[in-house]
């Protein structure tokens, strides 16, 4: 791991949570291999690709810094250099830390599980940066920070209606009751609700995972087991960008949006 400088702690925000702590810090996923996204991230990560003349990533720290979170930590393996090289230069006015996966690529699990260190004690924002938002009444990563109950919780997941996620391809990830609490799709039928690619995780999630490479549904389903995974339906707009033909698809829900 390395840093650029020391990530922060967290600190209350009354105005957002009525006197309650914010999450302070955001894991943002870029290790990646993209090769969903190939020819493009041939000689590019793929959080480095252009949609409406900005990167992924760019996307992704704008929304971190409308929600008023100042530490970031960004997990990098493939062209790694490319990453750092460019969190340098349009990482301003955030402070950056770099979790180094170049040994290994850890999957998602596993790379927050290595971050841990630098994300501190205290509940924090994950950000798949190969997903598109656009805001709706409220900022959707404000919104999950005042919807998450600390004591009630270890994940608290942005999702998205399916019949609303652009460019996605799939069945749908979740139902969920009245309550917010998630339940996977059964594999033969379609659920209604698409993981939007953010998230708030409190380090308990973390608690007893294994070593080395593994995903984030992993923690997710134990999570659900104990009843202690939930969502929040995203208000605005969403696009999977997975793929080359996805650009398009994004680039136009941003000029929607």
Known sequence: M????????????PQERGGGPMPQTAM?????????????????????IEVA???????????????????VVVNVHYLADALEAHLRRHAQGLDVAISD?????????????RALPLLG?????????DNLWVD?????????????????????LGVVPLAGATAH????????DAAGRLVRRHPRRVAP?????????SPRLFENAPEGPFSLNLLWDRAIAAGRAFGMVHQGLWCDVGTPAAIKQAEEMLRRG
């Open 193 to 201: 609700f698409v993981y939007t690619g953010f998230h708030i995780a």
């Open 121 to 129: 004690e205290h509940p924090f924002f994950v950000i798949n940066t």
């Open 136 to 156: 709706g009444p409220v900022d959707a990563l404000r919104l999950l920070a005042h919807r998450w109950d600390d004591a009630a919780m270890d994940v608290l």
């Open 101 to 113: 996966e170049r040994g290994q690529l850890l999957e998602t699990g596993g790379g927050v599980a």
């Open 169 to 176: 391809g799939g069945r749908g990830d979740f139902h969920m």
């Open 28 to 48: 943002l996923l870029a290790a990646g291999l993209g090769k969903r996204m190939r020819p493009l991230t041939a000689t590019r990560p793929k959080p480095l």
């Open 53 to 71: 003349g900005k990167s992924l990533l760019d996307h992704a720290l704008d929304h971190v810094r409308a929600a008023g979170v100042p530490g």
């Open 2 to 13: 390395s840093r650029f400088s020391k990530p922060l702690a967290l600190r209350p925000d």
